[in-house]
T-cell receptor, first 113, second 111 residues
Framework: DAGVTQSPTHLIKTRGQQVTLRCSPK?????VSWYQQALGQGPQFIFQ???????QRGNFPDRFSGHQFPNYSSELNVNALLLGDSALYLC????????????FGPGTRLTVT | GQQVMQIPQYQHVQEGEDFTTYCNSS?????IQWYKQRPGGHPVFLIQ?????EVKKQKRLTFQFGEAKKNSSLHITATQTTDVGTYFC???????????FGTGTRLKVLA
């Protein structure tokens, strides 16, 4: 049973560029949440997708957008990258009920230069 | 906005000593989850607490949810080197889907 997978593992981008990160949820899970984790800090909630729609959004600008596909996989897009966007981006999958535990993927380490 | 703080930020203990981390929310929570993140790794779910005053145990780990559902604690008895990592609490308020992670407590165990 595959867990949550994310790609790519690492990514280096230049300020102003755009990036797309991908996530495949754990088998049987239908909900995907994205988090940003800066070095030495706790994960910060970006948004959550369920039934191909953004169900809730955290305190992140519109430069951050996402998508969920019919197979429940998801993408996170970040436009006009800033140096401050450098972080570990984590995808977490769960069942639709908010009382279920979240299973995190290994993350994508994004460096913006 | 809602904030979740954890203390201490760092804790160094000798192997065999006990360890406790405390989690405090600025708002009443519907439920709280605890995660462990090893250095270079990703958060791994440990447990979830839902009821006021709830206490749950997992081998050497004891988790508590406060009566007012605004605070929680994780206690590890007789720490081992395998307990090394950062422990996060993550709280959710009623009517929302998002979890607010705490600031984390980084545990180092000296052999």
């Amino acid at each position: 049973d595959a867990g949550v997978t994310q790609s790519p593992t690492h990514l280096i981008k230049t300020r102003g560029q755009q990036v797309t990160l991908r996530c495949s949820p754990k088998s049987g899970h239908d909900t995907v949440s994205w988090y940003q984790q800066a070095l030495g800090q706790g994960p910060q909630f970006i948004f959550q997708y369920y039934e191909e729609e953004e169900r809730q959004r955290g305190n992140f600008p519109d430069r951050f957008s996402g998508h969920q596909f019919p197979n429940y996989s998801s993408e996170l897009n970040v436009n006009a990258l800033l140096l401050g966007d450098s972080a570990l981006y984590l995808c977490a999958s769960s069942l639709r009920n908010q009382f279920y535990e979240q299973y995190f993927g290994p993350g994508t380490r994004l460096t913006v230069t | 906005g809602q904030q979740v703080m954890q203390i201490p930020q760092y804790q160094h203990v000798q192997e065999g000593e006990d360890f406790t981390t405390y989690c405090n929310s600025s708002t009443t929570l519907s439920n709280i989850q605890w995660y462990k993140q090893r250095p270079g790794g990703h958060p791994v779910f440990l447990i979830q607490l839902v009821k006021s005053g709830e206490v749950k145990k997992q081998k050497r780990l004891t988790f508590q949810f406060g009566e007012a559902k605004k605070n929680s604690s994780l206690h590890i008895t007789a720490t081992q080197t395998t307990d090394v990592g950062t422990y996060f609490c993550a709280g959710r308020t009623s009517g929302t889907y998002k979890y607010i992670f705490g600031t984390g407590t980084r545990l180092k165990v000296l052999a």
